[in-house]
């Protein structure tokens, strides 16, 4: 659907919400088992159509599309990766944080 590759966005959602389990984010306004942001709702449903951050398969294709936005703009999916916890511009200005990346790539299998 996305181009996003699977073992990403299964990565992200351990990161995010540990599969699900855990939807007590610490950032208000995260939501779902993506954690998606609702500050940019509108812009992504612009984007990519309405969603649920609440829906696991919404909220997966929403996340993809970031993932893939992300890298065409940063040119890797080391660095979308980061992006998709720290945005485009944090990653540009403040460098990837690195620890995310690697919390995604070894998330365990479920």
């Given amino acids: 659907l996305t181009g996003c590759p699977a073992e990403i966005l299964r990565g992200l959602h351990f990161a995010e919400?540990?599969?699900?389990?855990?939807l007590d984010h610490p950032v208000a306004f995260d939501r779902g088992p993506f954690g998606l942001s609702e500050k940019y709702h509108a812009e992504r449903a612009a984007k990519w159509g309405e969603y649920n951050p609440d829906c696991p398969l919404q909220s997966a294709i929403i996340a993809g599309h970031i993932i893939m936005e992300n890298r065409a703009m940063l040119g890797s999916y080391e660095l979308a990766v980061c992006a998709f916890r720290q945005g485009?511009?944090?990653v540009r200005r403040n460098g990837a944080g690195l620890w995310y990346y690697d919390r995604v790539i070894h998330a365990p299998n479920v």
């Fill in 88 to 90: 485009v511009t944090g």
């Fill in 17 to 22: 919400s540990s599969y699900g389990a855990n």
